[in-house]
């Protein structure tokens, strides 16, 4: 058997990745920034926050 077909979903999401390379990124960095946010962040990292996505709404709404 050819490495090819004994691992056919490697070989699909590596080439996935290698052609969604932005999308890729945008997902890792998303899934970063929850998991700071649901496991080390502090009240003060919240509050910080929480003012920078405000002010990235009010930029997304114009």
Do not use: C, G
């Not at 960095?29 to 003060?44: G, L, Y």
């Amino acid at each position: 058997m050819t490495e090819e077909k004994k691992y056919p979903q490697q070989d699909y999401n590596k080439r996935w990745a290698e052609k969604n390379k932005a999308h890729k990124n945008y997902l890792s960095s998303r899934s970063s920034a929850r998991s700071f946010i649901r496991n080390k962040a502090t009240t003060e990292d919240l509050q910080e926050l929480q003012v920078m996505i405000e002010e990235r709404l009010k930029e997304l709404d114009n």
